[in-house]
């Protein structure tokens, strides 16, 4: 790839799954001989690890909007450069600081999720914004990077005249730094049950996670206990939930972790029960890791991922018992699975590379 200097745009340094793929992004461009600036927008203190070479820009402000000043003078300083952002509103915003400046810049943006799906959730202003400016902002834009089929799907579905900057390129995985952090014994210092499932997930409603601890409360399989890495606004709901069915031994939310592969790795079954996602990087990492993935069949990238039930199972049911009974025969049969080498091939830092050399 040609030695030239890009920027990603990212949220902050947090643990959610489009901020974990943009800093992987990072380091990718990195790796591949770019420098690379990393503009943070928000406050939030948690970190992800990324290169020492990488030049952190902080703008640390409460919501992205108030990034825009800085953002045009980011693009008078730096004025034709390669620019990749993530997410529908920072995406919005970026372009619009890119043409009060009269940048130059190539802008990449990446839908993070099929967002047709989230859009009811916005304030109602934000909603009929953000539908107003993206067929007419969304122009500007060099590609559009879909994650998976889906997202791109959906995406068409409102805007099918942009099917000619579609591109879709897989999230990037960085695998010898999983495995690396996977062998680190008891990383978070916690005592890991004998069995356990695990899902990694933020605490919000798109989720689904209601559903899981209720069909987790149906389970006939002894002794196996539920571990919920992450945190979000319904934290207080899942704990009465959890109250409520008398789970509290069973059913045990650990918050964010510093290294969630170290537990992935030693479950038996990875969940996934969200009724929306882009390409899941829980369910990616879980694969990685050799654990087997049972999840909803949702509008995502997730059986596209399983590979036709090679790393697991999709099941399409509102059932809790459905899918508790699922999770029993999973475990009886202690499936197990081993692609590495396959997924190795499509997600890993060189071919995602390869991939964006034929863009830039």
Known sequence: MINKKICIINHSLTGGGSERVMCNFANLFCENGFEVDLILLSRDPRKIKINKNINQIKFLKKRSIYCIPRLIRYFFKNPDIIIISSQRHINLIVLIAKLIAFSKSKIFVRESTCYNMLIHTEPIIKKYLIKFLTPLLYRFSQKIICPAE??????????????????????????????????????????????FAV?????????????????FSKIKTKDLKLLILGEGKSRKNLEEQIDKLNLRNKVLLYGHVKNPYAIVSKALLSLSTSVVEGLPNAILESIALSTPVLALRSISGVEELLKNNKCGYTIDTDDHRVFANKIDEIIEQRIEINLLDEFRQQYSFPQIAHKFSSLF
């Open 150 to 195: 889906d997202v791109k799907i959906d995406f068409l579905s409102s805007y099918p005249s942009f099917e000619v900057k579609i591109e879709k390129i897989y999230n990037p995985i960085d695998f010898d730094s999983i495995s690396y952090q996977a062998k680190i014994i008891n990383s978070e210092n916690v005592i890991l049950p004998s069995k």
């Open 199 to 215: 899902t990694v997930s933020r605490l919000s409603p798109e989720k689904n996670l209601e559903f899981l601890i209720n069909s």
